[in-house]
């Protein structure tokens, strides 16, 4: 570049740029004099920067779909598609995705699962009736369809961390009342067990440790709906060195989760909570019912152990609060109950015969604030959902007094309560996808089997012996 006059001024020292279109050729001029050359090298040295910085970018995109194999978040929209990602942003939007990947491999360590590929008549035989994968205690079904397809998957057993034995025992519904009946399920398990360690040596040398089963009834792996005779049962033997992932959850000393054990969700299908919520499409949900129950609510014991269901604690909120304008209780069944849950603030989630309810899941979905009546219930994936700040927890003695408790939680923190629960990381959490999204529920699943790798894990302890 030319040496600038010292004479010249200051004005006449900046570059004059004019353009023009000559014979078809661009010209450029600094003082009148051409500089075609340097700004031809300026364009070129932009388009080759764009170029490289597109190809590596959506290099590294393919990269991280074939790694991750879930389903992917929705592309960046760019409304003027002549706007051009800065540099900065750029390498933020990398270093954030590669951050992303690094703490989704390190949450599973490498996991690796095995899963028996068992006669039918233990699982797919069931599905011969279309309420087994749908039902509340279908995440036996869930589990095990999400894990086929999931990359933790192998087919080589040597090389498993963790052997899933796929038996769906909530398949079986009664004739009398259409309710599950897992009277057979103690039989069912010993089968499998036997089958599966006659076949390969994985269940004999851990004695079972690293084998996985899903008990998603009532008392989990005491396989029983009546409490006092699944603690009269207790776990069976059989299972008692393995791990079981199961409904049933307390935070205290009980025989039916005297095992190694993951406390899951129950079953609600994604595809209804989506239809509910593409029910009210056109903006939130107006919450015009302050407090609501559908369910259950004895009047007198009905069943033939002369018991109350739910401890009573259903009827004493029908007694209390039927007449009650605040509350919206229906003894009735009704299919169409979600819609309900998305107009409500407060959803009342009492136990049954067990603790937990399938309304925790629907309520937690469709952004309605649980309000768990169920004394020393052990919640699922606490370390993803953090229950105290989207849930209120009423005392079992204390349901009398809710009319009262709700009205003082609507006037303090209701607005945190409903903030929290509108993250979708907390709903995505409870459910269960086929396939597995990163997040969801068999996720949590996968997480919590690789924290227990260094003690679980016949095929890690072993190499490390070694």
Request: overall charge positive; proline content about 5%; aromatic content about 12%.
């Amino acid at each position: 570049m030319p040496e600038k006059d010292e004479e010249t001024s200051d004005h006449e020292k900046q570059w004059i740029i004019k353009i023009s279109m000559r014979g078809g050729l661009l010209h450029v001029s600094r003082n009148g004099i051409g500089t075609t050359k340097s700004f031809i090298y300026i364009c070129l040295k932009w388009v080759l920067w764009l170029s490289l910085s597109f190809y590596f970018f959506t290099s590294f995109l393919i990269s991280l779909e074939s790694n991750t194999n879930t389903n992917k978040p929705k592309p960046i929209s760019h409304t003027k598609p002549a706007a051009v990602v800065s540099r900065a942003l750029f390498e933020s939007s990398v270093t954030a995705a590669v951050a992303a990947t690094t703490t989704l491999s390190s949450n599973l360590k490498g996991l690796k699962v095995y899963i028996y590929d068992l006669p039918s008549k233990y699982n797919v035989d069931w599905l011969s009736n279309d309420r087994c994968e749908k039902h509340l205690f279908a995440s036996e079904v869930a589990i095990h369809r999400a894990l086929m397809t999931s990359d933790v998957r192998t087919m080589n057993p040597s090389e498993a961390d963790f052997f899933f034995v796929p038996i769906y025992v909530s398949c079986n519904f009664s004739t009398v009342n259409g309710f599950p009946a897992i009277g057979h399920a103690r039989s069912l398990f010993s089968s499998a067990i036997r089958l599966i360690s006659s076949e390969k040596p994985f269940w004999n040398r851990s004695m079972g440790s690293d084998h996985v089963f899903v008990a998603s009834h009532d008392f989990g792996s005491c396989f029983h709906t009546m409490e006092d005779v699944a603690i009269a049962d207790g776990v069976p033997e059989m299972l008692k060195k393995s791990i079981i992932l199961q409904t049933f959850g307390v935070n205290f000393k009980h025989p039916c989760q005297d095992v190694e054990n993951v406390v899951i969700p129950p079953y609600i299908s994604p595809e209804s909570v989506k239809s509910t919520v593409a029910s009210f499409s056109g903006g939130r949900q107006r919450r015009d019912i302050f407090a609501f129950f559908r369910g259950k609510m004895e009047i007198h014991p009905k069943n033939i152990s002369g018991r109350f269901y739910s401890k009573r604690i259903r009827t004493d909120i029908w007694e209390k609060y039927n007449n009650d304008r605040r509350f919206y209780l229906r003894r009735n069944r009704f299919v169409g109950y979600q819609s309900e849950i998305a107009r409500s603030v407060f959803c009342l989630c009492p136990l049954g015969w067990a603790p937990w309810s399938p309304r925790l899941v629907e309520s937690v979905a469709l952004g309605c604030v649980p309000v768990v009546i169920a004394d020393g219930i052990r919640l699922p994936f606490p370390e993803a959902v953090k229950w105290p700040e989207i849930s209120l927890t009423v005392a079992e003695k204390d349901v009398k007094k809710l009319g009262r408790i709700l009205e003082h939680v609507a006037a303090t923190n209701l607005s945190y309560i409903q903030r929290n629960l509108r993250d979708p990381a907390i709903s995505r959490a409870l459910l269960y996808n086929d396939p597995m999204v990163i997040g969801d529920a068999t996720w949590q699943v996968l997480v919590a089997l690789a924290r227990r790798l260094d003690s679980r894990s016949w095929r890690r302890s072993s190499a490390f012996g070694q």
